[in-house]
Nanobody
Framework: QVQLVESGGGLVQAGGSLRLSCAAS????????MGWFRQAPGKEREFVAT????????SYADSVKGRFTISRDNAKSTVYLQMNSLKPEDTAVYYC?????????????????WGLGTQVTVSS
């Protein structure tokens, strides 16, 4: 069965960095567009970043553009989210998701598979 397992979350001070990983199994990873989403307490889940199956196309939410970088290693069936210059408002549970569609996908409802999430907390 398909599994997406996020890791790398934690507590970091404002201005710091974290690198999230999402390891996939049970699917042909190289066929999947992957995305990162986040959900803060009391808020809706929101789009963060997405990467096409081959890694050639990426898209970011305006709130993270220039600070976060999404990448993937198809040989390792893993997608990453490098987060720099973190702010307290980046505090959330971060989820990875996957779907077999062409291009970059920003809408959560289009994704078929989701991980359980990893907590990121940024202190001021």
């Amino acid at each position: 069965q398909v599994q997406l397992v996020e890791s790398g979350g934690g507590l970091v001070q404002a201005g710091g960095s974290l690198r999230l990983s999402c390891a996939a199994s049970g699917l042909t990873f190289s066929r999947y567009t992957m995305g990162w989403f986040r959900q803060a307490p009391g808020k809706e889940r929101e789009f963060v970043a997405t990467i096409s199956w081959g890694g050639g196309s990426t898209s970011y939410a305006d709130s993270v553009k220039g600070r976060f970088t999404i990448s993937r290693d198809n040989a390792k069936s893993t997608v990453y989210l490098q987060m720099n210059s973190l702010k307290p408002e980046d505090t959330a549970v971060y989820y990875c998701a996957g779907v077999v569609l062409v291009g970059t996908i920003r809408k959560s409802e289009q994704y078929d598979y989701w991980g359980l999430g990893t907590q990121v907390t940024v202190s001021s």
